[in-house]
T-cell receptor, first 111, second 115 residues
Framework: GQQVMQIPQYQHVQEGEDFTTYCNSSTTLSNIQWYKQRPGGHPVFLIQ?????EVKKQKRLTFQFGEAKKNSSLHITATQTTDVGTYFC???????????FGQGTTLQVKP | EAGVAQSPRYKIIEKRQSVAFWCNPISGHATLYWYQQILGQGPKLLIQFQNNGVVDDSQLPKDRFSAERLKGVDSTLKIQPAKLEDSAVYLCASSLVGGGWQPQHFGDGTRLSIL
């Protein structure tokens, strides 16, 4: 089945620095979703990427889907303390809706 | 719109006891998911319902876990008997339909501790 590797597992940054997390798969993905989970909270949907080479932006967040649809990234510009949490990528099955969550990247932001 | 409701929020039981969790999805959402999230890991799908039918239960430990969604709305997940390794947060999620193209909306989860 589809599995993804997320790197890094943890990242500590100073407030105002940029942050990037990468999601890599050995197989071609039909689509990929990104979720954010705050400490003690539940995963919250951020974005879905479908097309090869797709780039989507949400304020300071930029999401990319690789040309070969085997990798994806999330970049946060000028991090803020509100960005703290764990970011998960999750490829989706176009048939069943099943999501396979990566292990996540936990972001800590020092004020 | 009201979100996904789950209860209880916390549960502490001893090993070999039984426990049940309840989930009410967002109104109109046909697809319901139960996930297990162990500390430090991503959520792992246990079972997926489309209305009241099971779409995927390949990772559900069927010797001890069971789930139902009798009327295609509410769902319950049961563990009997519980083992120490079942300590985790059990998340319920729902989406409009299945098919991998819909965002999933998660409840707050039930944090289960096994003593």
């Amino acid at each position: 089945g589809q599995q993804v590797m997320q790197i890094p597992q943890y990242q500590h940054v100073q407030e105002g620095e940029d942050f990037t997390t990468y999601c890599n798969s050995s197989t071609t993905l039909s689509n990929i979703q990104w979720y954010k989970q705050r400490p003690g909270g539940h995963p919250v949907f951020l974005i879905q990427l479908v097309k090869s080479g797709e780039v989507k932006k949400q304020k300071r967040l930029t999401f990319q889907f690789g040309e070969a649809k085997k990798n994806s990234s999330l970049h946060i510009t000028a991090t803020q303390t509100t960005d703290v949490g764990t970011y998960f990528c999750a490829p989706g099955s176009s048939n069943t809706g099943k999501l396979i969550f990566g292990q996540g990247t936990t972001l800590q932001v020092k004020p | 719109e009201a979100g996904v409701a789950q209860s209880p929020r916390y549960k502490i039981i001893e090993k070999r006891q039984s426990v049940a969790f309840w989930c009410n999805p967002i109104s109109g959402h046909a697809t319901l998911y139960w996930y297990q999230q162990i500390l430090g890991q991503g959520p792992k799908l246990l079972i997926q319902f489309q209305n009241n039918g099971v779409v995927d239960d390949s990772q559900l430990p069927k010797d001890r876990f069971s789930a139902e969604r009798l009327k295609g709305v509410d769902s319950t997940l049961k563990i009997q008997p519980a083992k120490l390794e079942d300590s985790a947060v059990y998340l319920c999620a729902s989406s409009l339909v299945g098919g991998g193209w819909q965002p999933q909306h998660f409840g707050d989860g039930t944090r289960l501790s096994i003593l």
